[in-house]
């Protein structure tokens, strides 16, 4: 009889692993690229010892400004995983989510040319403890990302003189 509860949360466990994987897929390709640079930069980081995935996304922004360029500011979610850093899988049956630790709170903003993540401006990334992130801190990520987006200097077709 108690077998049935333990089973009926290892499902649950699996589905929400499922469908959060499912939202990473469902992501266009510049957002993956924000998530990926998380990821990554996450992974560098000493103090981290879990393997994360993306959880959800918050909030969205996409600013073109012309010739294929777009400013990008992406808030999201990743959920640490059962599976030691440095994994590469990404299975869901493998890496199951873990509840006992706090979702990490990110942040990401960058100059997408294409489909490539552009150097210049550096590309901004923040990721904290959801616990942890304060409100000086979403104020600081908004106010940097809209400089970003707002300081480009892009030329317009308006702009371009012919010579005679």
């Known amino acids: 009889m108690a077998a049935l509860p333990l089973l009926l949360l290892s ?38 010892h879990s393997h994360f995935l993306f959880f959800r996304s918050l909030a969205q922004s996409n600013i073109e400004s012309g010739f294929g360029v777009s400013y990008i500011f992406h808030h999201f979610y990743l959920k640490p995983t059962t599976c030691p850093k440095g994994t590469t899988d990404t299975n869901p049956q493998r890496c199951l989510f873990r509840n006992d630790r706090p979702l990490m709170d990110c942040a990401v903003c960058y100059k997408a040319v294409g489909d490539h993540i552009e150097s210049n401006p550096k590309p901004y990334i923040h990721c904290i403890q959801k616990p942890r992130l304060t409100k000086e801190m979403r104020t600081t990520r ?11 200097g892009a030329p317009t077709l308006l702009a371009v003189v012919k010579n005679r």
């Open 11 to 48: 499902f649950g466990a699996l589905f929400f692993s499922a469908n959060a994987q499912d939202a990473y897929d469902k992501l266009p390709e510049n957002y993956k690229k924000g998530v990926d640079l998380a990821l990554e930069k996450l992974n560098a980081h000493t103090g981290i």
């Open 142 to 152: 908004t106010d940097h990302c809209r400089k970003m987006s707002y300081s480009s």
